[in-house]
Each structure stands twice: as C-alpha cells, then as structure tokens.
C-alpha cells in the first residue's frame, strides 16, 4: 500500500521524522534521501519586487559562542589592561583602522570588508542572543539560556526565507547549513535554525559532515553500495508506476509536489555533478592547505564549492565538537582567553574568512557572492577572575564582504571600553535587511505562511552606508 504525508523536512539533526513513503517490503526504494525531500502543502504565491540583485549568492560564517571584540575587529589599545587583553593590535589595509594582531590575513583584505562595530541585541544568552541573529527577532523573552525552537519564537531563519523566496535550484537545495546545527550545553538544539511560521519543508539543509576528515563524506548523497545507477533507475521506474495508480485512483493534488521533490532526490543521487559539489577530494592539494586543514577553514571551502554549484545560502557553523573543554567550548571564552584565541580559535577564521575572500576574487565570483561573519553577541569590556570574559550583548562587531557591499568600511563605533555603542547602531532586523538586499529582496517583500498571512520579511533598516 502507499501512504504519503507532505508534512515536512528535517535533515539528519535526529529530530523526529514524519513517515511520507511506504511501498510494502520495498521501504522508500531502499534510499533515504526521498524522505529528506517531503514537500510541503499549498505553497502560496510570493510578491517580490523587481530589483537587480547584485549578489546571486550568501555566505554566512556564524561563529558559536561569541568573539570578544576587543581581540578581533574593535582593539582598544588606550584602554587599561583589563579591558584591552593580551592580543595586541595590527594596521590594516584601511588607514587608521586596526584589528586584532591575531588576524593579519583579514587585516590584508580590510579594504574588502565591511565592519560593523556596534552591533547590539541586547541580550546575554547563547541561544535567545542567537535566535535574534539568525532571525532578526528578538526572542520572547529575553535572555533565555537553553531556549529551544517552538512559538512565539518561530520566525524563519534567513536560510528558510531565502529557500522559499529563491524556489528550487536544480537537484540542489537553496539553503544549506553544515557541518553541524547549533546545540545548548544540554545537547538540544537552538531555536531560529529551521523554517518556523513557514513549516519543516522550508528548514535550511543540514549536512553533518567533517570536510577536514580524509575519509570525509555526505552520507545522504551516497548510494547505498548494494545499488547501481541502474538499480536506482529501476526503481524509479516503478516508483513512478505506483504513483500513477495512485494518482488515477486517489486523484489528490499533494501527490503531485511529493513526485516533484522524489525526482528531485533520484536527480541528487544521480548526478555525478550534484554529489561532486561535495568532493573536496576534488580540489588540489595547494587549495586546501590555503584554507586550513580544521573544520573551519575547509568547511568554507566546501561552502564556496556549493555556492558554485547554485545553492543560494550556506551558513557554515562554527559548532561544539566532542572535544571542546566544558568551561570555554567554542568562542565561548570564560577561561583562559589568550591562550584559546592564539591556538585555537582566531587562526583557523583568519585563514578560513580570508581564504574565502581570496578565493571568491581570482574565481571572479566576489561581486557576486555576500559574505557575512557574525556570531550570538560579543564578550564583556573587562576580562574576569578566570582570565577570561563573559556573554556580552549591548556591543560587538560583524564583518560584511562581497556583493553589494563597499569594502575598506567601518560603520558605527563603540565606546573607549568596548562596552557600548557610541554612534551608528545596528539591530538584528537591520543586518537581515541589508542580507536580503544585496541579495535583491527589499525588506518589505512578503512571503505568506500556510494559513495565507501576509509577513514582511524585514523589520529592519538597510545599512546603506555600507553598501556599494
């Protein structure tokens, strides 16, 4: 017998699945990936506006956990001991502007980027801090440490906005999230990563995967061992008998999308092209090592390789290993600071951003290609008991680059401590719009949810400072 259900998608982040085939022994034709395709019901009509979109393409670097401003792209050398740390500062391209000594690559490429040095949520806590990013949201209530998804905060990521604004993009999907989603301490997972308001079928993709690995893989793009192409093409053959009898018998409209996005899956597997956007084995030795063998630096490799292969928005995740130390995991410094950020942190996003950046610009894709590297919030103007600092929302720092954006910038300022905002601050909804608008959405473009409500998909205000 054959079920379906067109609820929708949840990729390999072990949360519950909803069953959508079933086709007696046969199971979902021995393949996973058809299940990872589930569409979703009565997809409704998007008003767009007709703009030039001078970015085809969105890289997010989202670094989990929050970098201290003060090591990274706001020194400041005049401030007492406490609150300028042991990482001194470093010229950059842009006359009278410094980062961290840490970061001489990106330093290098200061007249690419744009930085934003009073951005501010408010908020203190990993994932409520982080949800806002991610959405340009605040989350109800404020400072909520170990929030999970689920309403009132389920207003789409921007991968999910991009995803249902941009429409299927051949076998590949429009939003990718990898190597890992952003978990709490508990393990569960953060809330604004997913498509909220407008259902499981628009989450962004996400790909466990360990690109810095030699025996690195994508396992829902692999055939089973057992299955040639052939197979597989048998198979689908008589997947496609069993949905013509059950369409002539049942005559139901949502078995028509769900033959879509199957198709969709059969074309993923098939196709030497789709699964090779994965291969890093494919890139040369040389490349490789530019980006860093971590999982950072070849993870923004990999991000690269999908853009080129038409996925419009990677978010790569800066995430929590097995092998993180409890008291500090990630860019959450609350110990031990200096010596975290020499070894193990700002190095590999040196060589990870900055390879990018590079990389993008010889291929000729730069102009095209948004970058945008951001985190939850920043870290406390003084360094603590522990020699290291705490969660800090008022005041911290992005960096912007590529399409649509005017490099050697730097917009807004904090205070002498690296506390607050002094001039030109930035919210959550106001980075989101500038997102959506060098990627050719303006802020007041409206998606509709499933019930037909009307949303725009901005609150915020384009930074047009920073704009080309």
């Not at 998804?149 to 076998?171: C, E, H």
């Amino acid at each position: 017998m054959l079920s379906l259900q067109t609820s929708g998608v949840q990729l390999c982040d072990r949360l519950p699945r909803r069953e959508m085939l079933r086709i007696g022994g046969l199971g979902a034709c021995g393949l996973s990936l058809p299940q990872l395709l589930a569409p979703q019901t009565a997809l409704a009509e998007i008003s767009t506006p007709k703009s030039l979109r001078p970015a085809k393409s969105c890289i997010v670097l989202f670094l989990m956990g929050g970098p201290p401003q003060q090591s990274t792209w706001d020194p400041k050398p005049d401030s007492p001991k406490e609150v300028r740390g042991e990482i001194g500062p470093i010229a950059t391209k842009i006359p009278g502007v410094q980062f961290g000594e840490l970061m001489p690559r990106l330093a290098g490429h200061a007249d690419k980027l744009a930085v934003l040095r009073a951005v501010s949520t408010n908020d203190n806590a990993h994932s409520s801090s982080g949800y806002y990013m991610l959405t340009g949201r605040p989350h109800i209530p404020m400072n909520a440490e170990g929030a999970n998804p689920g309403a009132p905060n389920d207003w789409p990521n921007w991968g999910s906005v991009v995803q249902r604004l941009s429409g299927p993009r051949g076998n590949l999907p429009a939003s990718v999230r990898l190597p890992n989603h952003i978990f709490n301490t508990d393990g569960s997972t953060w809330p604004g990563q997913d498509g909220g308001l407008l259902g499981r079928g628009q989450d962004p993709w996400l790909f466990r995967c360990q690109p810095h690995a030699a025996d690195h893989r994508i396992s829902e793009f692999q055939l089973p061992e057992s299955m040639s192409l052939d197979r597989l093409s048998a198979r689908r053959d008589l997947v496609r008998l069993f949905d013509q009898q059950s369409a002539a018998a049942e005559r139901l409209d949502r078995s028509r999308p769900f033959g879509e996005q199957q198709q969709r899956a059969y074309g993923l597997l098939a196709s030497a092209a789709s699964r090779g956007a994965f291969d890093l084995s494919a890139e040369d030795e040389k490349t490789r090592q530019r980006y860093s063998h971590t999982p950072f630096g070849q993870s923004c490799l990999l991000a690269r390789r999908l853009i080129e292969a038409d996925v419009r928005l990677v978010q790569v995740n800066w995430f929590r290993g097995p092998d993180e130390p409890a008291a500090n995991p990630c860019w959450d410094s609350h110990t031990d600071e200096t010596n975290r950020l020499r070894k193990v942190l700002v190095p590999p996003a040196d060589h990870g951003f900055a390879s990018l950046i590079e990389d993008l610009s010889e291929r000729g894709m730069l102009d095209d290609t948004l970058i945008v590297c951001m985190s939850e919030f920043g870290r406390t103007p003084k360094i603590n008991g522990a020699a290291g600092r705490d969660h800090w929302g008022p005041v911290f720092s992005i960096a912007m680059a590529g399409g649509g954006i005017r490099g050697g910038v730097v917009h807004g300022a904090s205070d002498a401590l690296g506390g607050y905002p002094r001039s030109g601050l930035v919210r959550p909804e106001d980075i989101t719009a500038t997102m959506f608008h060098c990627l050719g959405y303006s802020p007041d473009t409206e998606f509709f949810d499933n019930q037909n409500r009307p949303y725009a998909i901005s609150r915020g205000q384009v930074v047009r400072p920073i704009l080309a």
